[in-house]
T-cell receptor
């Protein structure tokens, strides 16, 4: 099915472990984003990407790494997970500027990550 | 820097009451977009409306209406005759049109969210 998917949907890991959250979209959208959702903070941008091999930091990038070797995939890696990274993570994508739905972002279903 | 404030953390109403969710934003951009998203208990984010900074017309869609006022930097959302299914977290968000490098990524700055509970 077309759309944006995230995997896993739920993950429990331990402090210090590396974990990768996957994001895949079938629309060939140029722009992709990673947000984390925490109570009292809404959603905050971690990293974003304008195209394959082009990524940049958002508001809260520390402790995270991203890559984008293919347009459709945008994995987020926690290199050494900490308890403060317990959160719900959302991936989103957006069409290239100039489209009538210029700035609308489409969100994946989210990944709930717990770091023990 | 951009900022979105939703001062109401939680609102509780009884079914059929009208409810307004407040959103105040800050930006130095002259062109920007404002959004409302709904997050029901199932957790997904559902797009409700987009408004650009040049369009101050209020909009009504069924029981939903939006009041955009540039003079007060507000983009408030009203649900008329609320229903239990309206119970959700509602987010207001602001999108930049250009970053410092002159590129538009459409990054969203979200408010903290308002938890709306509609009781039967």
């Amino acid at each position: 099915d077309a759309g944006i998917t995230q995997s896993p949907r739920y993950k429990i890991t331990e402090t210090g472990r590396q974990v990768t959250l996957m994001c895949h979209q079938t629309w060939s959208h140029s722009y992709m984003f990673w947000y984390r959702q925490d109570l009292g903070h809404g959603l905050r941008l971690i990293y974003y990407s304008a195209a394959a091999d082009i990524t940049d930091k958002g508001e809260v990038p520390d402790g995270y790494v991203v890559s984008r070797s293919k347009t459709e995939n945008f994995p987020l890696t926690l290199e050494s997970a900490t308890r403060s990274q317990t959160s719900v993570y959302f991936c989103a994508s957006r069409k290239l500027a100039g489209d009538p739905w210029y700035n609308e972002q489409f969100f994946g279903p989210g990944t709930r990550l717990t770091v023990l | 820097a951009q900022k979105v404030t939703q001062a109401q953390t939680e609102i509780s109403v009884v079914e059929k009451e009208d409810v307004t969710l407040d959103c105040v934003y800050e930006t130095r951009d002259t062109t920007y977009y404002l959004f409302w998203y709904k997050q029901p208990p199932s957790g997904e984010l559902v797009f409700l409306i987009r408004r650009n900074s040049f369009d101050e017309q209020n909009e009504i869609s069924g029981r939903y209406s939006w009041n955009f006022q540039k003079s007060t930097s507000s983009f408030n959302f009203t649900i008329t005759a609320s229903q239990v299914v309206d119970s959700a977290v509602y987010f207001c968000a602001l999108s930049e049109t250009m970053d410092a490098g002159g590129t538009s990524y459409g990054k969203l700055t979200f408010g903290q969210g308002t938890i709306l509970t509609v009781h039967p």
